[in-house]
């Protein structure tokens, strides 16, 4: 009878406990639910005001009319009072869903006769749950880039190298004409100097230049005191190359047209095939200078690779162009400082070849 009794008394325990829980369970969620409901107003009066802040950013810069201003913040309020309109239905049901089974939400997934779990449909926003924009503490936000007025591209160059030697032609120079040849590779930013127009564009970044000088008739380079001279090598050379390796900054003025691509959510510039003309030029340091030779000596062959100063300028500095369409032009450079310092005559060194935008 006694353990009847305590039997009974635990059940009714259990009951009481269960009922209090499900009670203050029920008070919870209908609590959270109105809190949702409060910031889903909040919300989108928010949004609300980032899209007519972005429309007026779009009238000031000339891309709209007025007329279209005031129609596009037409949609987006009627929008947003859609939107209002909607979620709190939503959470109206589930207010009603909550009273009705007593507090009880039933899972969204479960299984059914056959076994396997069913499918839970729902709505993605950038491959998120919408519930996690509907309902979480902080404005949804995205920043959307509208006018992109920067680019960026790899640039690699190649071609024939030489130097210009005073009171010397190019025909008289001490160095082959197909043999020297220089290397560039680098980063530049393709910056838009004008707001509505693209015609105008800024170029600036850094490259590795390479610039190798072959001399002629068996010469090599001789540090001779102050000064380097070009000197007859007593044996048969196979190579002989001066490379100098410079880090430098080019800074053009690019001009040509562009074809725009304008949508309600972007405007882009492309440049990929159209003509391109650009005017500047470059300074910079020397990083590194070294001669190679190669030649044959009692029957073995011999390879040197000195690496010295030969008295080549430390900074760097001169005038480049290029020309021609799309991601391919004619390149051009120059430099303003001679290759040697002291030099009884002085030599610059000049470029031509092809320039890719990559």
């Known amino acids: 009878m006694k353990t009847t009794i305590m039997y009974l008394i635990a059940l009714v325990t259990l009951l009481v406990m269960q009922q209090t829980y499900a009670q203050e369970d029920y008070r919870s969620k209908m609590e959270k639910l109105e809190k949702q409901k409060e910031r889903i107003t909040v919300q989108e009066k928010d949004a609300l005001k980032i899209e007519v802040e972005q429309i ?16 596009l913040k037409k949609e987006a309020a009627t929008d947003r009072a859609l939107n209002i309109e909607n979620r709190l239905a939503i ?35 950038d491959g998120e749950p919408a519930e996690r924009f ?38 008289d120079s001490p160095y082959k004409v197909g043999g020297s040849r220089f290397f560039e590779m680098g980063w530049q930013w393709r910056t838009r100097v004008f707001q509505n127009t ?27 005191g102050d000064e380097t001279e070009l000197q007859e090598f007593p044996l048969e ?30 405007l882009r510039y492309n440049i990929d095939k159209s003509f391109r003309l650009g005017i500047g030029g470059y300074g910079g340091f020397n990083i590194g200078t070294r001669q190679k030779l190669k030649y044959s000596e009692n029957g073995d ?53 092809l320039r890719f935008d990559l």
């Open 56 to 71: 007026n950013k779009r009238l000031a810069n000339g891309d709209i009319t007025n007329e279209e201003a005031e129609l």
């Open 91 to 125: 959470i109206d049901n589930q207010v009603r869903l909550l009273e009705r089974n007593k507090g009880i939400l039933l899972p969204s997934v479960a299984n059914d006769s056959t076994g396997p779990t069913s499918i839970e449909i729902g709505i993605m926003i």
């Open 134 to 171: 509907l309902f979480k503490d902080k404005t949804w936000k995205r920043d959307l880039k509208y006018d992109r007025r920067t680019s960026s591209d790899f640039v690699l160059a190649i071609g024939l190298n030489n130097a210009l030697v005073d009171n010397r032609s190019l025909n």
């Open 198 to 224: 693209n015609f105008l564009r800024l170029n600036y970044g850094f490259s590795f230049q390479f610039n190798g000088l072959k001399p002629v008739d068996n010469q090599y380079f001789v540090l001779n």
């Open 237 to 266: 050379l196979n190579k002989s190359k001066l490379r100098m390796d410079n880090l430098v900054f080019p800074l053009h003025f690019e001009f040509g047209p562009s074809k725009v691509r304008k949508t309600e959510k972007s």
């Open 301 to 353: 062959r011999v390879k040197d690779k000195l690496k010295r100063d030969y008295n080549t300028n430390d900074f760097i500095y001169g005038l480049s162009a290029y020309a021609g369409f799309g991601g391919v032009q004619l390149y051009m450079k120059y430099d303003l400082n001679p290759i040697f310092k002291d030099a009884a005559v002085e030599q610059r060194n000049i470029s031509l070849g």
